[in-house]
């Protein structure tokens, strides 16, 4: 008979898929004892998992860290959540971790799980039912225990940030058999007392001392209010299912006041910045108009009738003058017209002519003689000569120059 004779890879590759068909080991729950834990640069968490009766490798990747709520250590007692994988190349099985709980909170936790995934499918998580806290809130509801950090922060940040804002504490008892109920009355009552805003919340503390705002009727108490709430619960690494459902989580009770009391001082210095700014406005709008006002009486000025009239006597005046000068411009040169005429005129006159030692010809009837043709033979002539004139009487008359 043969036998089969197999590789050290191959018996660790089957045993990896053993473990690969066991549906138990996809999601399994294993408590134990933390001990050599050790925190990789990586962000990895390698630590062993032990009781009296064992030992286990197992390791959280980074990518998962957020499964864990607290800082692990050697000697803690805890409940991991994960599955059981071969690592093939040792041949070595270890737990991957997905989520970390101390132990005694497993059964907590999976009921926390459980409900958040419920009221999750509901819808209740939803960002369209989240209601905005307002800015300015004259009256704010606190619900959470009469003593304790928590009151007393929410109070000294509320007096620092804004004195002004009525602070209305609702004592609820925050832990233990009744908490949850006690808080939902401290919502309803404060919602009839019509405040602005909400703060839920209480101190830091194990999972079994937050667990009244795990419950589902604070949940359904704070989704119901027509009030914005503002959930407080721990510090900023608590997350308890009232977180999810209200309007808005604050890591802390004292974030919660900063949330909720606007701060007095920043309003005031807001409120100088409008004011110079509206006061810069003014002012330009002032100079604006002003700028618009010296315009129109500027366009008055030159639409008036008056400013028309004006206008008109002084076009008027200037077109007499521009009208004498032309008039004293023809004058002028008519003279000099005349001065060439009468000069030319001079020249052509007859007793000019008749000083020059010429005679001016006339028949009876006065009518000038220029031709020996025009002349007959006993005619009555009249000669004008420089100094006087001749009446003759024609005796013969010759044609033609001799």
Not at 123 to 135: C, R, S
Not at 322 to 327: D, E, G, N, P, V
Not at 341 to 346: D, F, Q, S, T, V
């Amino acid at each position: 008979m043969k036998t089969n004779v197999y590789t050290v890879g191959w018996v660790n590759q089957y045993i990896k898929n053993m473990f690969a068909q066991d549906y138990l080991l996809h999601r399994i729950m294993v408590k134990g004892e933390v001990s050599n834990c050790k925190y990789h640069s990586s962000g990895h968490i390698y630590f062993t998992l032990k009781d009296d009766k064992g030992a286990m490798s197992a390791v959280m990747f980074a990518g998962n860290r957020r499964g864990l709520q607290f800082a692990m250590k050697d000697g803690d007692k805890v409940v991991v959540t994960g599955s059981v994988e071969v690592y093939e190349r040792d041949g070595k099985y270890q737990i991957y971790a997905r989520e970390i709980a101390l132990d005694g909170e497993g059964d907590l936790y999976l009921r926390f799980e459980a409900l958040k995934k419920e009221l999750q499918e509901m819808g209740m998580f939803d960002a369209m039912y989240k209601k905005p806290i307002p800015k300015y809130a004259k009256r704010v509801g606190v619900v959470t225990a009469r003593t304790g950090a928590a009151i007393q922060d929410i109070r000294n940040i509320s007096a620092r940030r804004n004195p002004y804002v009525q602070m209305i504490l609702y004592p609820a008892q925050v832990q233990g058999e009744g908490a949850a109920l006690s808080i939902v009355n401290g919502i309803r009552a404060l919602e009839q007392m019509g405040v602005d805003t909400i703060i839920v919340g209480r101190g830091g503390g194990s999972i079994e001392d937050l667990w009244a705002f795990n419950e589902e009727i604070v949940a359904r108490a704070i989704f119901d209010c027509s009030v914005p709430i503002i959930s407080a619960v721990g510090h900023e690494t608590d997350w308890t299912i009232a977180d999810f459902v209200a309007d808005m989580r604050a890591p802390t009770p004292s974030a919660a006041a900063e949330l909720a009391v606007y701060e007095l001082s920043l309003v005031a210095d807001t409120l100088e910045e409008y004011k110079m700014r509206l006061q810069k406005g003014l002012e330009r709008q002032v100079r604006h108009q002003r700028q618009r006002l010296a315009n129109y009486e500027t366009k008055l000025y030159y639409l008036s009738p008056q400013t028309k009239l004006n206008e008109r006597r002084h076009q008027l005046v200037m077109a007499e003058e521009r009208l004498k000068a032309q008039m004293n411009r023809i004058f002028q040169n008519k003279k000099q017209v005349f001065a060439l005429l009468m000069a030319k005129l001079e020249g052509q006159s007859p007793m000019k002519k008749l000083q020059s030692g010429y005679a001016y010809v006339a028949d009876a009837t006065g009518k000038r003689i220029t031709r020996v043709a025009e002349v007959q033979r006993g005619q009555e002539l009249e000669i004008s000569m420089q100094d006087g004139s001749v009446l003759a009487k024609v005796s013969d008359v010759q044609t033609g120059r001799q």
